[in-house]
T-cell receptor, first 114, second 115 residues
Framework: EDKVVQSPLSLVVHEGDTVTLNCSYE??????LLWYKQEKKAPTFLFML????IEKKSGRLSSILDKKELFSILNITATQTGDSAVYLC??????????????FGQGTILTVHP | DTEVTQTPKHLVMGMTNKKSLKCEQH?????MYWYKQKAKKPPELMFV???????INESVPSRFSPECPNSSLLNLHLHALQPEDSALYLC??????????????FGEGSRLTVL
């Protein structure tokens, strides 16, 4: 059975701290790994990773994938209160011609205090 | 603001009712999705439509019936639901296969309560 496991499940930090969120996976027909941020309702896309060792960056966020060890990390530097959210890792499984067949991890709840 | 619009935002229904959830996008996306999210759980895929054809049904019970009348609209028809079906139902869309970037655009969801 496909599995995506995130750790830690929750994290409380202060503004300015750097955090690392982890995601490990066991899925058949892996296509890509994605990170989403969910604040209130709609998850919003952060990154898609398909190749090992290539870091993706967007501002203070960065992510990297290790396809040999089957995990990814999401780093957030200089955290701000606006980073408080649930961070979801998902794996896209190849399914014929369909994309977006995502299996999500349980999420990491990040709380950033002023 | 999300460009995927879902209605209604909240819905309360009895187990014998028939209702529908609606989703609309005007981004030219040709893949649309229904996900179900229970409280404090991650979203779970229900259905995928690709070019208005159902391409994935994740063994969803028949009391949930999806419909994609055109490339901009996606419906989820509900009938004879159970209280355990209460959840946030998220619609999403994405670019066509050729330019898929991994980015699913999610709507804000319809919060369903089954009494």
């Amino acid at each position: 059975e496909d599995k995506v496991v995130q750790s830690p499940l929750s994290l409380v930090v202060h503004e300015g701290d750097t955090v690392t969120l982890n995601c490990s996976y066991e899925v058949t027909n892996f296509r890509s790994l994605l990170w989403y941020k969910q604040e209130k309702k709609a998850p919003t896309f952060l990154f898609m990773l398909t190749s090992s060792g290539i870091e993706k960056k967007s501002g203070r966020l960065s992510s990297i994938l290790d396809k040999k060890e089957l995990f990814s990390i999401l780093n957030i530097t200089a955290t701000q209160t606006g980073d408080s959210a649930v961070y979801l890792c998902a794996v896209d499984r190849a399914g014929g011609t369909s994309y977006g067949k995502l299996t999500f991890g349980q999420g990491t709840i990040l709380t950033v205090h002023p | 603001d999300t460009e995927v619009t879902q209605t209604p935002k909240h819905l309360v229904m009895g187990m014998t009712n028939k209702k529908s959830l609606k989703c609309e996008q005007h981004m030219g996306h040709r893949a649309m999705y229904w996900y179900k999210q229970k409280a404090k759980k991650p979203p779970e895929l229900m259905f995928v439509y690709s070019y208005e054809k159902l391409s994935i049904n994740e063994s969803v019970p028949s009391r949930f019936s999806p419909e994609c009348p055109n490339s901009s609209l996606l419906n989820l028809h509900l009938h004879a639901l159970q209280p355990e079906d209460s959840a946030l139902y998220l619609c999403a869309s994405s670019h066509p296969l050729a330019i898929y970037t991994g980015e699913l655009f999610f709507g804000e969801g319809s919060r369903l309560t089954v009494l």
